[in-house]
């Protein structure tokens, strides 16, 4: 099946710093990509939907000015956490678009843990 | 955006089959019905999908009714490692607009 990749799995940081997270769809070209942000015994949240070659679209209530996406080709999007803080610590979660013939299908990666301090 | 309603937690001994169901009353005309599965620190992984009556895969089952607007999960036989939270998902193209709700959380007792 489709595999998503995601680098890093896992990253600490200070508070006020930038952290990008890379997504990866390493089998399969994805014109779309979806960015989630889960926190604890929570559900998963859509923050934003990433198309190639375009800007993002963020959820109501997610800072597009903050949470910085960059789809520059079929099979990579970065999420960038600008200046973050440690209210901003959560497992980041994203996912690529494939075709499956019949109906789309969403394949996720494996996610990031992000700790800030 | 169909909403999901879900069962917050289910507990099931190894061995036994699990039924979920989701209730999804405003389900659309173009709406699919997609089940995850997700461990502790990974990414939600797809089970099954399915539009109307059942599908079935080498790992579960899903009925869905005439009228789509609920979908049950069905596990046969768990074991210790199907404990996970289940989501249930609506949307259109099974792709689109994949909002998650609550989930199952599932425990597998030995």
């Known amino acids: 099946g489709a595999v998503v990749s995601q680098h890093p799995s896992w990253v600490i940081c200070k508070s006020g710093t930038s952290v990008k997270i890379e997504c990866r769809s390493l089998d399969f070209q994805a014109t779309t990509m979806f960015w989630y942000r889960q926190f604890p015994k929570q559900s998963l949240m859509l923050m934003a939907t990433?198309?190639?070659?375009?800007?993002?679209?963020?959820e109501q209530g997610v800072e597009k000015d903050k949470f910085l996406i960059n789809h520059a080709s079929l099979t990579l999007s970065t999420l960038t956490v600008t200046s973050a803080h440690p209210e901003d610590s959560s497992f980041y979660i994203c996912?690529?678009?494939?075709?499956?013939?019949?109906?789309?299908?969403?394949?996720f990666g494996p996610g990031t843990r992000l700790t800030v301090l | 955006l169909a909403k999901t309603t879900q069962p917050i937690s289910m507990d099931s001994y190894e061995g036994q089959e699990v039924n979920i169901t989701c209730s999804h009353n405003?389900?659309?005309?173009?709406?699919?019905i997609t089940w995850y599965q997700q461990f502790p620190s990974q990414g939600p992984r797809f089970i099954i999908q399915?539009?109307?009556t059942k599908v079935t895969n080498e790992v579960a089952s899903l009925f869905i009714p005439a009228d789509r607007k609920s979908s049950t999960l069905s596990l046969p036989r768990v074991s210790l490692s199907d404990t996970a939270v289940y989501y249930c998902?609506?949307?259109?193209?099974?792709?689109?607009?994949?909002?998650f709700g609550t989930g199952t959380r599932l425990t597998v007792i030995p």
């Open positions: 405003n389900i659309a005309t173009n709406d699919y």
């Open positions: 996912s690529a678009r494939d075709w499956r013939g019949v109906f789309d299908e969403q394949f």
């Open positions: 399915g539009y109307k």
């Open positions: 990433s198309n190639e070659g375009s800007k993002a679209t963020y």
């Open positions: 998902l609506v949307g259109e193209g099974g792709a689109n607009n994949l909002f």
